[in-house]
């Protein structure tokens, strides 16, 4: 069985499952993205952040 | 091959070919063009190609915005000015701002030290009355830092039960308090000029940092022949050179916490950081969501174009042949 059919089989025979794939993977995909566009953004601006130099201020408070 | 035929000639054989090729083609005059114009038809086809035309529009687009943003002005475009350079001020350097990338968030802790600056120095005369206390959480201070200078401060409140208003110390939801009540007194302290909130000030400047950092940093002595009035200071980066504020930024005048050295340049720096931020609050976020979304949408785009042409690939691809049917046989 081909990729295209056992896809089709798998996913989008039923429009239930279709619509959970969908939601699922959109789901899914935020966070695989959000992570990496974060590690990225955060490895850039290493030690720029507020939340780099937090530490340095919080301890104050107790 | 014309220049060498003697003038009078000239104007009839023109004629004379013109007419031929015009009125009467025969074949001998077409198979004569067809030999003069094979060479040429190459030319053509590249002067009429799209690619020329794409990298002709490119180069024009491009000289013009080149000289346009080496010179200010549009080339052969006439411009009138009543201000002499002078007048419209020194223009600044481009300086290497911790913020100015694409993905560059702001120095937080150049936020935290500004802050400090605009407290001790500017505060005493310009306001920054679209910003809260509570903006500053988790930007530049933490929240039990913010409270305890927030009650720093006195706000009036109320009614209370007699019906008076009352003095209270201060929450995380006011605003910072202005130096002034009103812009009567305002002026009135600083002979007759008004020192503007800084709350935008870095959008609301041509130039924005750079101007900003020139101007705190840029004050020096008149030179010769410049008189500036009694009350003003002479700054080249200030359009028209004579401006009320002072110089209020000197080595040691402020002492960091950090450690960080305490040079009118840091100060300036670390003021102009602090001011970006309070004139453009969603600086980070904005361009970090701008990072996901171009990503993003491109790649939407590619997407959208390879599904087009493997959508349309049989119709660009066909060939339609009509094939007559064939005559009958008597």
Known sequence: MSLASSFYNAFARRNSVFFATIMGSAFVFSIGFNGATNAFWDHWNKGKQWKDIRDKYIEKDE | ?330
């Not at chain 2, 070919?17 to 083609?25: D, T, Y």
């Not at chain 2, 910003?131 to 039990?144: D, E, K, Q």
């Not at chain 2, 009352?166 to 008004?194: H, I, M, W």
């Open chain 2, 1 to 330: 091959m014309l220049s060498r035929v003697p003038p009078p000639l000239r104007a009839s054989t023109l004629l004379a070919c013109s007419r031929n090729a015009v009125a009467a083609p025969g074949k001998r005059s077409i198979g004569a063009r067809m030999a003069s114009t094979s060479s040429s038809e190459a030319t053509a086809s590249f002067l009429t190609s799209r690619a020329t035309l794409a990298s002709a529009t490119a180069f024009t687009v491009g000289t013009i915005a080149w000289y346009t943003h080496l010179y200010g002005t549009l080339p052969f475009v006439g411009e009138i000015s009543a201000n002499s350079p002078a007048e419209e001020g020194l223009h600044p350097p481009k300086y290497p701002w911790s913020h100015s990338g694409f993905f560059d968030t702001f120095d937080h802790a150049s936020i935290r030290r500004g802050y400090q600056v605009y407290k001790e120095v500017c505060a005493a005369c310009h306001s920054l009355d679209r910003i809260a206390w509570r903006n500053l959480v988790g930007v530049s201070h933490t929240a039990t830092e913010v409270k305890a200078l927030a009650e720093e401060h006195e706000y009036p409140d109320g009614p209370n039960d007699q019906g008076e208003m009352f003095q209270r110390p201060g929450k995380l939801s006011d605003y910072l308090p202005a130096p002034y009540p009103n812009e009567e007194a305002a002026r009135a302290s600083n002979g007759g000029a008004l020192p503007p909130d800084l709350s935008l000030i870095i959008k609301a400047r041509h130039g924005g940092c750079d101007y900003v950092f020139s101007l705190l940093t840029g004050y020096v002595d008149p030179p010769a022949g410049v008189e500036i009035r009694e009350g003003l200071n002479y700054n080249p980066y200030f359009p028209g050179g004579a401006i009320a504020m002072a110089r209020v930024l000197f080595d040691g005048l402020v002492e960091y916490d950090d450690g960080t050295p305490g040079t009118t340049s840091q100060y300036a720096k670390d003021v102009v950081t602090f001011l970006n931020w309070a004139a453009e609050p969603e600086h980070d976020e904005r361009k970090k969501i701008g990072l996901q979304a171009t990503i993003l949408m491109s790649s939407l785009v590619l997407l959208s174009l390879y599904a087009k042409r493997f959508k349309w690939t049989p119709l660009k691809s066909r060939k339609i042949v009509y094939n007559p049917p064939k005559p009958k046989q008597h």
